[in-house]
């Protein structure tokens, strides 16, 4: 009896299962389901969402330490990096987001009271990673883990600051500013986690939008026709038909093909000397 049961209830699982993916098949596949930022998501996929994500975030920062985050120092040059970084997005107390931020769905949530709903780790790891499908951009090759635990130094003062409060914070700090590094010198670093180096190059790849135009074999992006694709690489004679293919001169065209090929359509990217090196020793084992 016990035994015929369960066959019964698997069949009922394997049932709704099946059915299940063909009504996600039909819908993915009829285009039925809006994908415009202009229509919002239902309750129950928002919910889904906002669910994954916070459990997700919670797992992965468990382990983080926490620096000393009270010193002014570290407050204020938060400041000027939220300034430049995130109210574009997310706004400040009586400071509306911008634009871009206010047309995006999911919309981007002001961070008036982020320090009430989240840690410090969570927010750490938020700002370096980024939350995919959100528009929440990833900062960890772009600021330093300095800069990045300022941000966070900041969003734990934020919620005890009134409009004039925070205006007052932002004119302290007009003169400074939070520029993203162009070097190694200057703050730019690879991920803080010990990933293998085939990894480290597929996130520098990716945080370079360099799969926006280019197929690269191990990263994934549209099916794009915009640049060449770069499987193969490591046969080539030439890069942009100039420079011989050395990891040296690839790392050049990398950093600057605009000023080893002037007028091209590869556009200079910001790579720092580290960052490229590592790209290029991923592409050039491209057989």
Not at 45 to 65: F, G, N, Q, S, W
Not at 123 to 141: D, E, K, V
Not at 248 to 267: C, E, F, H, T, Y
Request: net charge positive; with cysteine; hydrophobic share 45%.
């Amino acid at each position: 009896m016990r035994q015929r049961t369960l066959l019964t209830v698997m069949a009922t699982l394997a049932a709704a299962l099946t059915l299940a993916v063909a009504v996600g098949a039909v819908i993915v596949g009829a285009g039925l389901y809006d994908v415009g930022a202009t229509t919002q998501h239902t309750r129950p996929v928002y919910a889904l969402l906002e669910t994954t994500m916070h459990r997700a975030v919670r797992l992965r920062a468990a382990d983080i330490k926490v620096p000393p985050l009270s010193a002014p120092g570290r407050v204020d040059r938060g400041a000027a990096c939220y300034r430049d970084h995130c109210v574009q997005c997310h706004g400040g107390p009586g400071v509306a987001p911008g634009p871009v931020g206010m047309s995006m769905q999911p919309l981007p949530g002001p961070l008036v009271d982020a320090a009430r709903r989240w840690r410090e780790r969570e927010l750490y790891w938020i700002t370096r990673h980024g939350i995919r499908m959100s528009g929440m951009p990833a900062w960890g090759m772009r600021l330093s883990d300095e800069d990045i635990w300022s941000v966070v130094a900041f969003l734990s003062a934020l919620p005890r600051l009134s409009p004039a409060e925070y205006t007052g914070r932002m004119d302290a700090v007009r003169e400074a500013q939070c520029l993203l590094p162009s070097s190694v010198s200057e703050g730019a670093t690879l991920p803080a986690e010990r990933l293998p180096p085939d990894e480290q190059a597929r996130v520098a790849l990716r945080q370079y939008a360099c799969v926006a135009c280019h197929r690269i074999p191990g990263v994934t992006g549209s099916a794009t026709h915009v640049g060449p694709p770069l499987h193969g690489l490591a046969r080539r004679e030439l890069i942009a038909g100039r420079l011989p293919n050395t990891r040296d001169n690839l790392v050049r065209w990398i950093r600057a093909p605009q000023a080893v090929k002037p007028g091209s359509a590869m556009p200079d990217l910001g790579v720092t000397e580290e960052h490229a090196r590592v790209m290029a020793a991923y592409l050039a084992g491209l057989h």
